[in-house]
């Protein structure tokens, strides 16, 4: 299904989180509708993955865990549309500083919504949830559905949960028009610090001769459901255009991979002559075992599908490794 492009056209958008991974391959999707983009973005952010459209881009220097900074910057831009992407996303990274994972993406949240009551302009709110706020899942309850019960299981799938609810409460109390969707594992091209792009990154370097040939690993055992970012940016959108406010929608391929298996497909893509060793500094307290999604809901809704197939993904993942190796 593709989005309607009448709809973005000339439409005032603003992204929390513009120069990360989502959000600037989200970006380059509305500019080339012709939207009007603004993102807000940190002075100390890397802004490597916006480089080509930067000047395209209306970048506001701030900070979502600032209540002023944000609101001001809600006020100035007056947009239609927000999509609330900033988070501290990496889940490893949250087992090291939980307080600061909570701190950030509550925080942030919370003023986002904030924000967009006190200026009203928004039309539409985007949350990007995620599958790890399902965290424990029973065998029987595969695949996921938006009835499962939420069990997370890192301090990241915890502040997710409360961001989640923070949402459903700002739009149950204030009508804040927030739809939630809970994007399950994406990748695709641009490095990212997940399984997929760091597998790729370590096999670019052996293929260069830069690390010797062997791949650490964490627990290859862990079931995920990978969607290709660009597909996942096309849902977002039809999120907005098509889903009713505050109703959570689970997005995701609806396929499980082993994280072996993805491992192994990545080798055989590579065509390089490997062997594979588990670290135990990438293993986790705890681990979501299987986290694989079912999208009825919302594609019953908005007619989305993935189109780019897994395979191509990881070749194209591989390939912007190797450029920057």
Same mark, same amino acid.
């Given at each position: ?5 009448? =709809? ?7 992204? /929390? ?72 996303? =990496? ?9 600061? /994972? ?22 539409? %709110?985007?949350?990007?949830? $995620?599958?790890? !706020? ?5 065998? !029987? ?19 997710? +949960?409360?961001?989640?609810? %923070? ?61 290709? +970012?660009?597909? %996942?940016? /096309? ?23 082993? %994280?072996? !298996? ?23 307290p705890s681990d979501v ?5 079912d999208s009825t809901k919302?594609?019953?809704? $908005?007619?989305?599908?993935?189109e780019i197939r897994f395979?191509? /993904? ?10 920057? +190796?």
């Amino acid at each position: 299904m593709d989005v309607n492009k009448s =709809f973005w056209n000339g439409r005032t958008i603003l992204i /929390t989180g513009i120069s990360g991974f989502v959000g600037s391959h989200l970006s380059e999707k509305l500019l080339a509708l012709g939207a009007d983009v603004h993102g807000i973005i940190r002075r100390r952010s890397n802004a490597e993955n916006i480089a080509a459209v930067k000047d395209k881009l209306k970048l506001h220097n701030g900070d979502i865990s600032d209540a002023h900074s944000t609101t001001s910057i809600v006020r100035e831009v007056q947009p239609s549309v927000v999509f609330h992407l900033a988070a501290q996303s =990496f889940v490893p990274l949250s087992w090291q500083a939980p307080l600061e /994972t909570i701190s950030t993406n509550i925080t942030g949240t919370l003023n986002v919504l904030e924000a967009i009551r006190k200026v009203d302009t928004v039309h539409r %709110m985007q949350f990007a949830g $995620t599958s790890e !706020e399902y965290g424990f899942v029973r065998p !029987e309850e595969s695949p996921i559905t938006e009835k499962n019960e939420l069990r997370p299981l890192s301090p990241y799938g915890v502040s997710k +949960v409360a961001c989640d609810m %923070m949402c459903f409460q700002y739009a149950h109390s204030y009508k804040i028009p927030v739809i939630r969707t809970r994007a399950f594992n994406h990748v695709g091209p641009r490095c990212q610090d997940v399984a997929p792009s760091n597998f790729a990154c370590q096999i670019a370097k052996i293929a260069a001769g830069k690390q010797p040939p062997v791949v650490k690993v964490g627990n290859l055992e862990a079931v995920r459901d990978f969607t290709d +970012v660009r597909d %996942m940016t /096309t849902a977002y959108m039809l999120a907005i255009e098509k889903c009713d406010v505050n109703e959570p929608y689970n997005i995701g391929s609806g396929k499980g991979w082993k %994280m072996s !298996e993805m491992l192994d497909l990545l080798i055989k893509i590579s065509g390089v002559k490997i062997k594979i060793e588990q670290d135990p500094a990438r293993m986790r307290p705890s681990d979501v075992m299987s986290l694989v999604c079912d999208s009825t809901k919302f594609r019953k809704k $908005t007619g989305w599908a993935p189109e780019i197939r897994f395979e191509q /993904t990881l070749k194209d993942i591989l390939g912007c490794w190797k450029s920057n +190796v």
